[in-house]
């Protein structure tokens, strides 16, 4: 949208020759010789979803008369911080009829309809409130990739009405880079840009393999993206990886290391939501792109790639190394690559499963058990490691997930083939769900649930299989029974491009929702 100049449009609406602020409830106004009919007293607008058409009359005594038009929004609430009181205005539209695709934050706001006589330059003009409403704030939001090879965000409510393309629909094109990962974090606390106060909103973490955005569900504003979540005016140069709220502090992990922002909404503990410098461990560290997240302990258990080792990052956001014992089962100086780690809770008992792969023999893989160790004493984690036998799917799968809260299990994609692993017993199956194409690529594994009781009506636990043909996706998400799929899927989301990771998003979710929703 064009800004146009504070001081022209000040004297444009106290200079014109008939001006008027219709606060009656009737259908037209006559100013002088321009009548202008069929604008409403106020208007209510879904930001980002459908059109504001307005589509007035105007008329004058004169038939010959010919007009200019001009549409323009403002927030009366607005202040700039290098002004007394400067209003920001937006230029919307330049012909008689409005047709704006709002991409306006949640707020209320004032349009203003000018027509001016070429004539004479007689000119009128007409207010209307504008409320502006969003509805980001509950469905599945699905990360995919374009046909380009750049990062789309679609969000399919839970009315199954679609809302397509939003990171082009809010920040004018989508982000560079092949899509990685999708986060959630309840309840972000950042620094408003237009108050400059703190505030709070359930936000997205949509990240690419060159750039990381920020999104409030709220309206789809951008609330940071790499280049300005840092302290410092010049961010570092990596590669985003996985970021998580805990208790006290949001943890970000880069090719870089793992950062730290201070913050706890639901305890009024507010922060800023930028980050420092990678914290400090004796050794340095390096990221790695794959971490879990512990609700028991409210804890991070990550790897550090330069050394070859697991650390857990705390509440607090402090970073720690676990120590050795006699068990043979070491978790530091691991000179294999991580290639997965997902978690498993059962009974309040969480283990991670780690997937390494050997770079001196790529054929041969390894499966780490790990228990989430206490938060005060970081003994080692590692409980069991299997090396996975050669001819096993396990040990040349192209994508794994873990059945997070039903069975110990791990789903996983071998040749396009979907295959269940009982952790307890090593064993191995092949899985037919019913309904479910053979003739789609599998892009997307993951076992999602919602649980909490105040939006039980939302709740679901299901396996959610994303797919790819000719362009488009379809998630396919099953019940299950035992951790397997039982039944035709219960739901399929369709549209354009290839789904990548996926998140559900619900107004009820708070930061005590973590032990009813998979971080």
């Known amino acids: ?67 200019e038009y001009l549409w323009t929004v403002y927030n009366p609430n607005y202040y700039d911080s290098y002004l007394t009181e400067a209003i920001k205005v937006d230029t919307i539209g330049r012909e008689k009829n409005l047709s704006y695709e709002v991409n306006l934050q949640q707020g209320n706001y004032m349009l203003v309809f000018t027509v001016k006589n070429k004539w004479n330059d007689y000119t009128v003009y007409r207010k209307i409130p504008l409320t502006v409403s969003t509805q980001f704030n509950e469905g599945f939001y699905l990360l995919k990739e374009t046909e380009s090879g750049d990062t789309e965000l679609d969000l399919c409510m839970n009315d199954d009405t679609h809302n397509d393309d939003l990171l082009s629909k809010s920040l004018g094109a989508p ?35 060159k750039d990381i955005s920020l999104m409030s569900t709220g309206d789809m504003s951008l609330i940071y993206n790499h280049n300005t ?6 961010p570092p140069v990596e590669v985003p990886y996985y970021m998580c709220q ?45 971490a879990v997240f512990s609700p028991k302990k409210s804890a991070v258990i990550c790897f550090d790639s330069q050394n ?20 043979g089962k070491s978790p530091n100086n691991i000179s294999y690559n991580l290639i997965f780690m997902g978690l498993n809770r059962i009974n309040s008992v969480d283990k991670v499963y780690a997937i390494f792969v050997d770079d001196q023999h790529e054929n041969q893989r390894y499966l780490y058990q790990l228990e989430m160790p206490s938060s005060t004493q970081y003994t080692n984690p590692v409980k069991e490691i299997v090396t996975l036998p050669v001819t096993s799917k396990l040990n040349s799968a192209d994508l794994y997930a873990t059945n997070r809260t039903d069975t110990r299990a791990i789903y996983m994609v071998n040749d ?24 789609e690529t599998i892009t997307y594994l993951e076992h999602k649930y919602w649980s909490q009781t105040n939006d ?13 043909k ?29 789904v990548i990771d996926l998140q559900y998003v619900s107004p009820k979710m708070r930061g005590s929702s973590r032990s009813y929703y998979p971080l």
């Open 229 to 234: 979540m840092f302290y410092y005016s010049t």
């Open 456 to 468: 039980a009506e939302n709740n679901f636990n299901y396996l959610m299989i994303g797919t790819y």
């Open 1 to 67: 949208m064009k800004k146009i100049d504070l001081m022209i449009y000040i004297c444009l609406l106290l200079g014109v020759s008939a001006c008027y602020e219709d606060k009656g409830n009737y259908d037209y106004t006559d100013i002088g010789d321009i009548v202008i009919a069929g604008i409403e007293d106020s208007y209510t607008a879904v930001a980002l979803t459908k059109k504001l058409e307005i589509e007035p009359t105007v008329t004058s005594k004169n038939p010959a008369d010919e007009f």
């Open 175 to 209: 982000m560079e880079g092949a899509p990685t990962r999708l986060g959630i974090y309840f309840n972000y606390s950042f620094v408003d840009k237009v108050s400059g106060d703190y505030a709070a909103a359930a936000t997205l973490g949509v990240m690419t393999e």
């Open 308 to 327: 070859g080792r697991f650390l857990a990052v705390d509440y607090n956001g402090f970073l720690h190394a676990f120590k050795e014992d006699a068990s």
């Open 416 to 439: 396009n083939q979907l295959y269940f692993y009982d952790v307890d017993n090593q064993e191995e199956s092949p899985m037919y769900p019913e309904g479910f194409p053979t003739d």
């Open 470 to 498: 000719n362009g488009n996706y379809k998630v396919y998400m099953y019940e299950m029974l035992g951790g397997k799929p039982i039944g035709k899927p219960k739901r399929i989301i369709e549209g354009k491009g290839k």
């Open 246 to 290: 805990v208790s006290f502090c949001v943890v970000y992990i880069s090719s870089e290391g793992v950062y730290a922002s201070m913050q706890y909404v639901d305890n009024n503990s507010w922060g800023t939501g930028k980050f420092g410098f990678v914290r400090d461990i004796s050794g340095g560290h390096k990221g790695c792109r794959y």
